[in-house]
């Protein structure tokens, strides 16, 4: 089991996932967001480049609204290896509070990515509802495992990882257990410190698990994350500044940030191959 409260677990290759897009940052916010599948495919392949070993999509429609549409995802995906990139592909099922169907939301599942999310609760998000169902739920993880997708476990308060683990007991979720802890949402568990620690600590002995911070938390949260034994996600959805003030100018500026101080930690990054390696994933053909 990853002890959070051992000293930084030198040489442990870090995945690092770069959120690209999200379902709610707008270019007015910061023109350097990609919403095109164009846009998406390249900030992918330069967030590689980068240093992520993941990459987590949303889809957008012609007026940037968030959809769920399997053919932007799998052109997307397309357009990525159409430049020989090898990053793990993570598809996002999460949709738009109030804007898609659960239906809706299951459908990229259907296109066998290599990692879709899965929220494992609901609750407040900023000013609206995040409604996960627990009938949903049961769907999507039948869903996830019938198409050979690798769950990412998105828990946004400690109920959501409890509900996680019930999941895994009920042999739901299959291991390697992928945990995404996203702190800082309004609505879930503050970015601080103390909450990673107590989430990490309530999983399972082999579980993976990674962390972000939203906003101004996304920085303080990696780097918490790096030296817990951890990896992080980084990137636009999460977080539209480099620093307070200053917008960031793309996913990969976040991922090479991260990059360069998980060297200083002496954790090395890990590749896409390693990545799968390490979630159980199947390598690429
Ligand atoms: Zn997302």
Redesign the pocket.
């Known amino acids: 089991m990853l002890d959070p409260l051992d000293p930084p677990s030198l040489g442990q290759p870090l995945i690092i996932s770069a ?1 690209l897009t ?2 709610r940052p707008t270019k007015a916010q910061n023109p350097n967001l990609p919403v095109t599948e164009e846009e998406i495919a390249a900030a992918a392949v330069e967030a590689a480049a980068a240093g992520a070993a993941i990459v ?1 999509l ?1 889809m957008r429609d012609d007026q940037e609204k968030v959809t769920c549409d399997p053919n932007r995802y799998a052109k997307t995906r397309d357009l990525i290896r159409a430049e020989g990139c090898d990053v793990v592909i993570n598809m ?1 099922t ?1 949709g738009g509070a109030g804007q898609t169907t659960d239906e809706q939301r299951a459908e990229p599942v259907t296109l066998s990515p290599e990692i879709a ?1 899965f929220d494992c609760g609901s609750l407040n998000f900023g000013a609206g509802v995040f409604v996960n169902a627990p009938g949903f739920l049961s769907k999507l993880a039948a869903s996830m495992i019938e198409f050979g997708v690798r769950p990412e476990i998105e828990c946004f308060e400690p109920g959501h990882v409890a509900n996680g683990l019930r999941f895994i007991h009920d042999n739901a979720i299959e291991p390697p257990y992928w945990f995404q802890m996203v702190l800082g949402v309004r609505g879930g568990s503050p970015g601080t410190i103390q909450q990673l620690i107590h989430m990490v600590q309530m999983l399972p002995p082999g579980a993976l698990w990674s962390a972000c911070g939203i906003g101004r938390a996304q920085l303080p949260i990696g780097v918490a994350a790096m030296t817990m034994g951890g990896h992080v996600r980084t990137g636009l ?1 999460d977080n539209l500044y480099y620093h307070k003030g200053e917008l960031a100018t793309s996913n990969a500026q976040l991922v090479a940030r991260l990059a360069r101080i998980a060297g200083e930690l002496g954790r090395p990054v890990a590749t896409p191959g390693q990545a799968r390696e390490m979630l159980g994933i199947p390598a690429l053909v």
């Open positions: 959120a999200g379902s987590h949303h996002s999460g999310s959805e």
